[in-house]
């Protein structure tokens, strides 16, 4: 197994890690640390402790048979890979960009460009065109309190925000560490193999997410991971890539226009 990075960070586009961490540390520092690194070594990681699950409640979907239609005509504008329909999707003035990391964003640029920097629409052979296809497929959206008449999708479980802030507490962790599964019933593997045992499964609540490992016989590991967790005894297990949801998921927004109906307002990048 090949072990990618043990942060935890989902998006809405699949389960790789996007969160970039910097370390500096002095040089001596670093001369002890590697002294005593083949005895760390041969110590493994202690097992999360067992944790009270917080349920989760799906969220119902969205019943406006135009913004039903204005989805179906996004996956058709992402299946043709063509620029034009797709700034004709757009809202042409007021899209914003929130949690944009990188600084990208260009209030000079139309909005249709600043969204194709937003989910790297053409890099990596157009993964930003299958980002759009797995929007347009989400059929949950919730109110954006911070825009008026602004709706995003996915939109995120219910739960009890108590009971979520204790599990934090008691847990010594924050949100980012937790995900859900997109469907209940969803295996939880010994191996970060489809046919590997199962050693549980996850219904509708909150898992502790540790990290993410590819198989040694993934040509290229990181494009696929599997998620590592804990199950709520504490036991270790893989979860399959894309099963799991994060509160932090990237998101798309939408507004409808009175007269030019649904369009594309904004964008929500994943992560803290």
């Not at 593997?189 to 050693?199: E, Y």
């Not at 798309?252 to 109906?261: A, E, P, Q």
Request: glycine share 8%; net charge neutral.
């Amino acid at each position: 197994m090949r072990r990618l990075d043990s942060g935890a960070n989902l998006t809405a586009r699949d389960s790789a890690p996007t969160m970039r961490h910097s370390f500096s540390f002095p040089l001596t520092i670093i001369v002890v640390s590697c002294a005593g690194l083949s005895a760390a070594a041969q110590t493994p990681p202690r097992p999360p402790k067992p944790y009270a699950p917080v349920a989760i409640t799906r969220p119902a979907a969205a019943d406006d048979v135009t913004f039903i239609a204005f989805r179906a005509t996004l996956a058709a504008a992402a299946k043709t890979r063509i620029y034009a329909e797709l700034e004709s999707l757009v809202l042409a003035r007021g899209f914003f960009w929130d949690r944009d990391f990188s600084q990208q964003f260009d209030p000079r640029k139309p909005s249709v460009d600043n969204l194709a920097a937003a989910i790297s629409l053409e890099q990596g052979n157009g993964t930003g065109w299958d980002a759009l296809t797995a929007f347009a497929a989400h059929d949950a959206a919730e109110p954006l309190d911070s825009r008026p008449g602004v709706i995003c999708a996915p939109a995120r479980p219910g739960y009890d925000s108590v009971a979520f802030s204790k599990l934090l507490d008691v847990t010594y962790t924050s949100g980012i560490d937790w995900a859900y599964p997109r469907v209940d019933a969803t295996p939880v593997r010994a191996a970060p193999q489809p046919g590997a045992a199962t050693v549980g499964t996850l219904g509708a609540h909150f898992v502790r997410l540790l990290g993410f490992e590819g198989a040694d016989s993934e040509a290229a590991p990181r494009r696929n991971p599997w998620a590592r967790v804990a199950l709520p005894d504490g036991k270790p297990g893989f979860v399959a890539p894309g099963s799991l949801m994060s509160l932090a998921a990237e998101r798309l927004c939408y507004i409808k226009d009175l007269v030019g109906g649904w369009r594309i307002a904004g964008y929500i990048a994943g992560g803290n």
